[in-house]
């Protein structure tokens, strides 16, 4: 118990300065380069996470990662939106024999395969949430799209890569 | 408050995500510049569209009041348009007694028309007029438009006029300088289609630049007074007793649409008599 909130407190930790100092310089640079990785820290919390502190800890790091990018509200009205859908998307993955609620959703556990199915629908939600916001209307649903297409791709190649290089149990 | 808690427990994902997102957009309106912009804009527009539905509910409801005004308006308009119609007449009447002319300049009829067909860029240009014989067009009728001086009916047949403008080389009007009263014979030489020549004018005429011409009231076609054009320049002719004018046409033939054919009762006598004394 007490190393499962380590490992995730470390996560969160590493999470949040990798968002927050360099993969916002990138965006700085260039903006169609919108790589999100954070929510990596709401996807892996454990499978026995009591769901309002899924939310709870969502809106936290979007808190977190707000301070960073110095827009009060938006990464945490994105990061909310996808700690709430998390217990949707764990619901719609459902292994047949169901999980084993003392593991993480992780790619050791339940498959690289799973996992990114996993991962790219949430992280797919979160972009659409995240530029929606960020425009604040759907008038430029073009603009929109396009935004998360790129983000999206970007960001599943660091999923990918944090998945492989860490592939973390917990 | 023991169901309180339970139905916190059952809906409390959602119904925390509901009060979190809440507090996220609060504070991304509160402290975010565009998106703050944004929703003051949204609630604008709202807000304007339904006091636009209001305003045209309204308006639709007040229209028998307007409808009462715009009656009243017609019937004091229709008024003044009256006494002022009279008072022209007055004026006429005066005018007919002091000029001493014979009466054509009363009773003038005129017949409106609309040009059909116009050239403008040859010596010989003519224009078609949509009113003909069985509308009482004759040859010989003058052209006006709201202007001045357009030109002559040259032919007619059951339907149409050929009309001999002022931009014609055949077209000659007695016409003459306003401010003095002496006059001349107006011709075209081209190829500018809003200049002509007013010729045969003596040379000890009063005369300057920017005098108007009207037409004279000798030709049998045209009444005395209508506008034709300025004085631009002035020449003299060799010899010295007679001085040509260049005038500046008031009537924009490029762009002739609406046009007046006028009628004078004692256009025939006039004619025949100068055709007796030509004779």
New interface residues.
């Given amino acids: 118990m007490n190393s499962t909130i380590l490992t995730n407190t470390v996560r969160f930790v590493v999470l949040l300065l990798l968002q927050g100092l360099i993969l916002r310089r990138i965006a700085m640079e260039w903006p169609y380069f919108h790589i999100v990785l954070y929510p990596l820290f709401i996807l892996l919390l454990p499978l026995r996470t009591p ?2 502190l ?3 800890l969502g ?1 936290l790091a ?1 808190i977190a990662v ?1 301070l960073f990018y110095q ?4 990464h ?2 994105a990061a ?2 996808t ?2 859908a998390r ?1 949707l998307v764990l619901r719609y993955l459902e292994p047949r024999g169901g999980y084993n609620v003392n593991y993480s959703p992780t790619a050791w556990r339940l498959g690289l395969g799973w996992f990114l199915r996993y991962s790219a629908i949430l992280m797919l939600l979160h972009l659409l949430f995240y530029f929606s ?5 759907f008038v430029w649903l073009g603009e929109i799209l396009l935004k998360t297409g790129l983000s999206f791709i970007f960001s599943m190649l660091f999923v990918f890569i944090y998945t492989v290089v860490f592939n973390p149990a917990e | 408050m023991r169901d309180l808690f339970l139905l916190f427990v059952r809906y409390g994902g959602f119904l925390l995500f509901l009060l979190l997102e809440s507090l996220s957009f609060w504070l991304i309106v509160r402290y975010n510049e565009e998106q703050r912009a944004i929703f003051d804009n949204s609630i604008n527009l709202i807000v304007n569209k339904i006091d636009d539905r209001l305003q045209r509910i309204s308006d639709y409801l007040s229209l028998a009041d307007i409808n009462e005004q715009l009656a009243t308006q017609n019937a004091a308009l229709l008024d003044s348009l009256l006494e002022q119609k009279a008072f022209i007449q007055q004026l006429q009447n005066a005018c007919a007694a002091d000029t001493l002319t014979f009466d054509t300049t009363q009773a003038i009829a005129v017949y409106p028309a609309t040009v059909v067909s116009n050239s403008i860029a040859s010596p010989n240009n003519v224009f078609i007029i949509d009113k003909g014989r069985r509308h009482g067009i004759h040859p010989l009728m003058g052209v006006i438009t709201h202007e001045g001086v357009a030109g002559i009916v040259k032919a007619t047949n059951e339907r149409y006029s050929l009309v001999l403008p002022l931009i014609n080389r055949q077209a000659r009007l007695s016409a003459m300088i306003a401010r003095s009263g002496y006059f001349g014979s107006l011709r075209w030489e081209g190829p500018a289609p809003n200049v002509a020549l007013l010729e045969d004018v003596p040379g000890y005429a009063d005369v300057e630049q920017g005098d108007l011409i009207i037409t004279s009231g000798y030709s049998a076609i045209f009444p005395k007074g209508i506008p034709v054009g300025h004085v631009t320049a002035v020449r003299e002719m060799p010899g010295g007793a007679f001085i040509q004018l260049e005038v500046a046409l008031r009537t924009d033939f490029a762009r002739l649409n609406r046009v007046f054919v006028l009628r004078r009762p004692a256009a025939p006598e006039l004619v025949s008599t100068k055709i007796a004394t030509q004779q």
């Fill in positions: 769901r309002p899924v939310i709870l809106f979007g707000d827009t009060p509200g938006l945490a009205s909310t939106f700690a709430f217990a916001v960020e425009a604040f209307t």
